[in-house]
């Protein structure tokens, strides 16, 4: 279940909230009395409940904004219980002095915003709010790594045999936490509902949790998929292979995963206990993860780069669906495969911007096609060092917009949501006739783009080639054919709220 947090300034605007929420869904929410500007009215706020209700007051030091008297807090939260309210969050130092009463379930809850505690510890603290009558044990923390976020839902999978618990690792490299609770028999997690109001780092909203993750169809049984990167928040990833799962009725569930540059291998054994299926493989990760992988096809091996890795009897077989999505994208564009399979990119003169795992697959694909291919990176070395792998041509990052071409590609994430108004190439780059392709997918109509055809150049959008990786991905995971239209509606949504 989703308990969806309201909090107002005004009693009117918290009632209409909460009305609006249960109008869209909501099973449970918590109302965030704390925040109130003016004297609270509790009575007033529990006459008429749309829903079951959580009552909260949460001080400063654990992350609210009550600044009020201490002792008038309790009578409050004593006063929700005397009125029956469904649940009252109280922190657990201050759970003794509030007696049990009537149907009134508690919530004990500790926040820790300064770091995650180790396993010796979080189990102290789950055996100390079990010892002060808690219905349901809640510990929220800082995660500042994947380690300490791994710790903190290995904690609701172990504390849950004994008890309702909810473990949150807050922020963004926690945020996975707040999906997979559902996994491991947490009774609930945490939402946001009004956009323009975050309660906690890293928070989802309830739509994005209904609708993108499918939160109340995860359960015991749900295979786990993952995006891993950084940054990885914008990926359209989890929106449309969760929509594909359940358009095939498919219990499984994709998420995102942040994983910091550097520390690959390393986050990769804290989640193994996960079981994680298959992942898609996102910068800064492509090339790094080749030396780790137990098995690698033939466009892994040519390019040296992997953005899908299936997970077999423990074992990662990796894929590169970038290569082929990026080459059918292409010759596509270019009016297809000639007579005798002979590629539209023959002869081509190709200029590719970046020097990363997607550059390095269309360099790769572009040249065994019999296109004239030229690397030009913002570091000049590294574009050189491509160049030389690949076996083609580079330029400086200076040339770049005077170096002639029939095809220009911008493999770098420059114009990636939310930097939008930014390019790679100054207008002088774009000369009528080009074809231009932007890898980019978010937005769809980047800058690159929109200069291009301002200058007559036929447009590619990453959006396409997305979707065909993204199909080809679903199909190694699950060995099914993927839904392509349901997975590229879900795109077009996505993108077009982004616009909004």
Not at 453 to 479: H, L, N, P, Y
């Amino acid at each position: 279940m989703i308990c969806v947090t309201i909090g107002r300034g005004r009693h009117k605007s918290l009632l209409a909230e909460w009305k609006e929420a249960a109008a869209a869904g909501a099973e449970l929410v918590e109302l965030r009395i704390d925040i109130l500007r003016s004297e609270p009215n509790l009575k007033r706020l529990l006459a008429e409940r749309p829903t079951p209700a959580v009552i909260t007051i949460r001080r400063g030091a654990d992350g609210g904004l009550w600044r009020g008297d201490e002792e008038k807090r309790l009578r409050l939260l004593r006063e929700a219980i005397v009125l029956g309210v469904d649940y009252v969050d109280l922190e657990v130092d201050v759970a003794g002095s509030i007696p049990r009463f009537g149907k009134t379930k508690r919530i004990v809850s500790l926040h820790n915003f300064r770091k995650t505690p180790v396993d010796a510890e979080l189990t102290k603290i789950v055996e100390e709010i079990r010892g002060k009558q808690a219905d349901v044990v809640k510990v929220a923390v800082n995660a500042q790594s994947l380690a300490d976020a791994s710790r903190v839902l290995a904690m609701v999978a172990r504390e849950n045999a004994t008890g309702p618990t909810i473990g949150i690792g807050m922020g963004q490299v926690g945020f996975f936490t707040r999906i997979l609770g559902a996994k491991y028999g947490a009774p609930f997690t945490f939402s946001g509902f009004n956009p323009d109001r975050t309660f906690a780092p890293g928070m989802p909203r309830f739509q994005e949790l209904r609708r993108d993750y499918g939160y109340d169809r995860i359960g015991p049984e749900t295979a786990v998929f993952a995006v891993i990167g950084d940054p990885v928040g914008q990926s359209l990833g989890p929106a449309i292979h969760n929509a594909a799962f359940r358009h095939l009725g498919i219990d499984a569930v994709y998420l995102p995963i942040l994983v910091p540059a550097g520390r690959l291998k390393e986050s990769l054994t804290e989640l193994a206990w996960l079981d994680i299926r298959g992942m898609s493989v996102t910068i800064p990760h492509k090339e790094a993860i080749v030396p780790l992988l137990t098995l690698a096809d033939g466009a892994v091996e040519r390019t040296g780069s992997c953005n899908t890795v299936v997970v077999k009897d423990g074992k990662m077989e990796g894929h590169n669906t970038d290569y082929h999505a990026a080459m059918k994208s292409l010759e596509d564009a270019l009016g297809g495969v000639l007579e005798h399979d002979a590629s539209p990119l023959i002869n081509k003169q190709v200029l590719i911007l970046g020097a990363g795992g997607v550059a390095r697959s269309i360099a790769v694909g572009a040249v065994r096609r019999g296109a004239g291919v030229t690397i030009c990176n913002r570091n000049d070395e590294r574009a050189a060092k491509l160049a030389e792998q690949v076996g083609c041509r580079s330029v400086s990052w200076t040339m770049r917009a005077g170096t002639l071409c029939d095809i220009l590609v911008n493999g770098t994430p420059v114009g990636m949501h939310p930097h939008v108004d930014d390019t790679p190439v100054p207008p002088a780059a774009f000369r009528p006739g080009m074809l231009v392709f932007d890898t980019v997918y978010h937005p769809e109509n980047t800058m690159f783009l929109k200069m291009a055809r301002e200058r007559d150049c036929k447009t590619i959008s990453g959006v396409d080639m997305f979707i065909e990786q993204a199909a080809a991905q679903f199909r190694m995971f699950t060995g099914q054919e993927p839904p392509v239209e349901v997975m590229r509606e879900v795109v077009r949504r996505k993108l077009g709220a982004a616009r909004e």
